[in-house]
């Protein structure tokens, strides 16, 4: 009976981690590349519309 216990506490204990992860690095560096990728877009279109 006290296994079960120990492990559904366990169980909960890792479902609660979850919600108190930062994201804020992960969030930004998605955003960098996202405008990088925007920016070399953007670029290859100039690119293109000048040599037209």
Avoid: P, Y
Avoid at 12 to 40: E, I, P, R
Wanted: glycine share 10%; no cysteine.
């Amino acid at each position: 009976m006290t296994q079960e216990k120990e492990k559904k506490s366990v169980e909960k204990q890792g479902k609660d981690n979850h919600s108190h992860l930062n994201l804020k690095g992960t969030f930004m560096m998605v955003m960098a590349l996202g405008g990088l990728m925007l920016l070399s877009w953007f670029g290859a279109f100039i690119l293109f519309m000048e040599r037209m």
